[in-house]
């Protein structure tokens, strides 16, 4: 099962370079061939130190199937293993894929703490990431969007962390072929339905889409990203005033990124959700002409000492 060692090192080298990778770790384990092989290498570089998790969300028949060959797997290998399921199960329609990540992570969160893993791992590669980022650039997504998934985050203040995005598909494929593993094959990975499937048959279909340099482009993006939010702090301090329940931003001359993180900004500490690029790009072009504009329940409007951020007043209705 174990991998070469240079490999193993590479790995233990990758995850060491995350914050919090400290400490006992709960592995996502799919039976998929990246969770696969990130098992294999983690279990090469620190058995002592992991347990798995497998989430059979209930949609697919063959899910049961695929954590029951996980937890033989762990078993051979002396790993603790569970196998998570929402309660109540989850329902099929709209948003499913969206309610499906939400609710695995969720599990995944609480199991962690329930079995005082410090942080979660998951098998997010090089190819993920460069799917994640053209899907992303087709809708329009901004610097923070661009970023596509972040090497160390958190869900639900619970650190997850992705060690192999400098991996590609490939490589990862090979240590489980090596492995003499049988990977669980997902149809929906391949289904036209889904946008990541469409964009990842796109790739393997050019010859000038190269993932390892779109991963790369997506890790440049989110230094910057890092970078914004760094200065951001400061430059609120700057250029925010908070006059009781409104906010007042001195808009001059700021770059357009900063106006943009500003409002955002002004509109969260009123309890606005931040609004789509677009509608917030419409806002900053009529405060600039002068004018004004409401979100939700919050209106913005030119000032004498900036742009005035505050709740809208309620609207009258007809007797």
Known sequence: ????????ERFAADLAALP??????LLAVSGGPDSLAMLALAHGAMPERIACATVDHGLRAEAADEAAMVARL?????????TLRPEPPLARGANVQA?????????????????????ILTGHHADDQAETLLMRASRGSGVDGL?????????????????????RRAELAAIVEAAGLDPADDPANRDP??????????????????????????????DASEALRWSLD??????ITVDGNARTIDPAGLPREYL????????????????RGPALDRLIAALEAGGSGTLGGVKAERARAGWRVAAAPPRRHPH
Request: glycine share 12%.
């Open 1 to 8: 099962m174990a991998p070469q060692r240079a490999l193993i």
């Open 20 to 25: 919090g990778a400290d400490g006992r770790l």
């Open 74 to 82: 762990c078993a051979g290998l002396g790993l603790p293993h569970a």
């Open 99 to 119: 309610r499906a990540r939400a609710a695995r992570y969720d599990l995944l969160a609480d199991h962690a703490r329930g079995t005082g893993c410090a942080a």
């Open 147 to 167: 970023a596509g998934v972040r090497a160390a985050g958190d869900w639900a203040g619970m650190p997850l962390l992705r060690p192999l995005l400098g991996w």
């Open 193 to 222: 339905a889904h946008d990541r499937s469409r964009f990842r048959a796109l790739i393997a279909a050019s010859g000038d889409l190269d993932p390892a340099g779109l991963a790369r482009s997506a890790g440049a993006l989110a």
């Open 234 to 239: 400061r430059l609120a301090a700057e250029r």
């Open 260 to 275: 943009r993180r500003l409002l955002v900004r002004a509109l969260a500490e009123l309890g606005e959700e931040a609004p």
